[in-house]
T-cell receptor
Framework: GENVEQHPSTLSVQEGDSAVIKCTYSDSASNYFPWYKQELGKGPQLIIDIRSNVGEKKDQRIAVTLNKTAKHFSLHITETQPEDSAVYFC?????????????FGEGTQLTVNP | DAGITQSPRHKVTETGTPVTLRCHQTENHRYMYWYRQDPGHGLRLIHYSYGVKDTDKGEVSDGYSVSRSKTEDFLLTLESATSSQTSVYFCAINGGLGTEAFFGQGTRLTVV
């Protein structure tokens, strides 16, 4: 089955700096790659996703890049703010199969210091 | 917020007792999922459902069963709880293939 690895496990940045989180996946059939943000005591919430027919996607301060050949994708957050502090998860799935059977990375604890 | 309610939100139970967690949705979504979240493991899929009475196993299904008798409800049962099942359990829903999955607030289960 699919295996997703995520790095780093913890990331501390100064407010205003950029943050980058990287993930690799093993199943070349995976074609849907969402990123989730989880705040303390809450469920994960989708912040951005990308499909395999797209190399990059941007939404305001957040961007995701995908390299299908190398089987890795990355989350980029620019101009970080303290409210960006949370745990971030990458995930992968094959969109044509039964719903979003997501395989998650282990998570990255992002801390943005004021 | 997507209409997903998990109950209970917190539960402490003894080893060997049966436990049922409930996920209720008001979105009329076809797909429902149960994940568990443990430190160092991210979220792992336990079971999922692709329609009423249609369920299948996920990555970590041993010791768990599920039922879906109505579109809106997906139940997760631990037949005989063990300490290794102490975890935070999340229900998720989505309406179509490769679409956004919405997560509930989670149920923190402690097996003593």
């Amino acid at each position: 089955g699919e295996n997703v690895e995520q790095h780093p496990s913890t990331l501390s940045v100064q407010e205003g700096d950029s943050a980058v989180i990287k993930c690799t996946y093993s199943d070349s059939a995976s074609n849907y790659f969402p990123w989730y943000k989880q705040e303390l005591g809450k469920g994960p919430q989708l912040i951005i996703d990308i499909r395999s027919n797209v190399g990059e996607k941007k939404d305001q301060r957040i961007a995701v890049t995908l390299n299908k050949t190398a089987k890795h994708f990355s989350l980029h957050i620019t101009e970080t703010q303290p409210e960006d502090s949370a745990v971030y998860f990458c995930a992968a799935s094959i969109a044509e199969t039964s719903g979003s059977r997501l395989t998650f990375g282990e998570g990255t604890q992002l801390t943005v210091n004021p | 917020d997507a209409g997903i309610t998990q109950s209970p939100r917190h539960k402490v139970t003894e080893t060997g007792t049966p436990v049922t967690l409930r996920c209720h949705q008001t979105e009329n979504h076809r797909y429902m999922y149960w994940y568990r979240q443990d430190p160092g493991h991210g979220l792992r899929l336990i079971h999922y459902s692709y329609g009423v009475k249609d369920t299948d196993k996920g990555e970590v299904s041993d010791g768990y069963s599920v039922s879906r008798s109505k579109t809106e409800d997906f139940l997760l049962t631990l037949e005989s709880a063990t300490s290794s099942q102490t975890s935070v359990y999340f229900c998720a829903i989505n309406g179509g293939l490769g679409t956004e999955a919405f997560f509930g607030q989670g149920t923190r289960l402690t097996v003593v």
